[in-house]
C-alpha cells in the first residue's frame, strides 16, 4: 500500500516521514509554502567586525559606532512616524513661529539682554493681521490634516 493512500485511510495530513505535505484531494499531494524569513519579526544578533570599518583616526570607536558604520554609507535611520496629537503642535508650533516674524518684522534687535535673563513669552500675535497669511496657514492646516488622516489609518 502505497503511504499517501495509508495516510488517507488513516485521516491524517501526512506520515512521520512526510512532514510539510497535506493532501487536499486524494491521491494529490501538495506541499506547504514556506515562511519567508525576510519578514520574521526575531531580534536580530548583530556583531561587531573589527575588520569592516577603518578607523583613521586617533580615537578609538565605541560597539555602538561599529555597529552603525558596519551598516554603510547608504545607510539611512527611518524615523518614527508622528501621532495625530505630535502632528497637530507641531503645527500650532510653526504657526507661532510664523505670526511671530510677520509681527516683528519691522522691528530691530531685540536681543538686548542675554537669554537666560529673558521671561519665556507666550504671546501669539491675534488673527486677521495679513489675510494672506492666514490663508496660507489655514490651506497648509488643510493639507496636513488630509496627509495625516491617510498617514494614521
Same mark, same amino acid.
Given at each position: 500500500?502505497?503511504?499517501?493512500?495509508?495516510?488517507?485511510?488513516?485521516?491524517?495530513?501526512?506520515?512521520?516521514?512526510?512532514?510539510?505535505?497535506?493532501?487536499? =484531494?486524494?491521491? %494529490?499531494? *501538495?506541499?506547504? +509554502?514556506?515562511?519567508? $524569513?525576510?519578514?520574521?519579526?526575531?531580534?536580530?544578533?548583530? /556583531?561587531?567586525?573589527?575588520?569592516?570599518?577603518?578607523?583613521?583616526?586617533?580615537?578609538?570607536?565605541?560597539?555602538?559606532?561599529?555597529?552603525?558604520?558596519?551598516?554603510?554609507?547608504?545607510?539611512?535611520?527611518?524615523?518614527?512616524?508622528?501621532?495625530?496629537?505630535?502632528?497637530?503642535?507641531?503645527?500650532? =508650533?510653526?504657526? %507661532?513661529? *510664523?505670526?511671530? +516674524?510677520?509681527?516683528? $518684522?519691522?522691528?530691530?534687535?531685540?536681543?538686548?539682554?542675554? /537669554?537666560?535673563?529673558?521671561?519665556?513669552?507666550?504671546?501669539?500675535?491675534?488673527?486677521?493681521?495679513?489675510?494672506?497669511?492666514?490663508?496660507?496657514?489655514?490651506?497648509?492646516?488643510?493639507?496636513?490634516?488630509?496627509?495625516?488622516?491617510?498617514?494614521?489609518?
Amino acid at each position: 500500500m502505497a503511504p499517501d493512500t495509508y495516510a488517507l485511510r488513516q485521516g491524517i495530513d501526512h506520515l512521520p516521514g512526510q512532514v510539510g505535505l497535506t493532501n487536499q =484531494e486524494p491521491g %494529490r499531494t *501538495v506541499q506547504k +509554502k514556506k515562511k519567508n $524569513r525576510r519578514f520574521s519579526r526575531q531580534e536580530r544578533v548583530e /556583531t561587531v567586525n573589527p575588520r569592516a570599518v577603518v578607523n583613521l583616526t586617533n580615537q578609538a570607536l565605541t560597539d555602538e559606532e561599529h555597529l552603525l558604520l558596519q551598516k554603510g554609507l547608504n545607510f539611512v535611520p527611518t524615523p518614527a512616524p508622528l501621532t495625530e496629537l505630535e502632528t497637530r503642535i507641531e503645527f500650532l =508650533e510653526f504657526e %507661532r513661529r *510664523v505670526r511671530l +516674524k510677520h509681527y516683528f $518684522r519691522d522691528s530691530e534687535d531685540l536681543d538686548q539682554c542675554p /537669554t537666560s535673563f529673558r521671561i519665556p513669552s507666550s504671546f501669539t500675535p491675534l488673527l486677521g493681521q495679513n489675510k494672506t497669511l492666514d490663508k496660507f496657514l489655514t490651506e497648509l492646516e488643510g493639507h496636513i490634516i488630509t496627509i495625516s488622516q491617510f498617514q494614521f489609518f
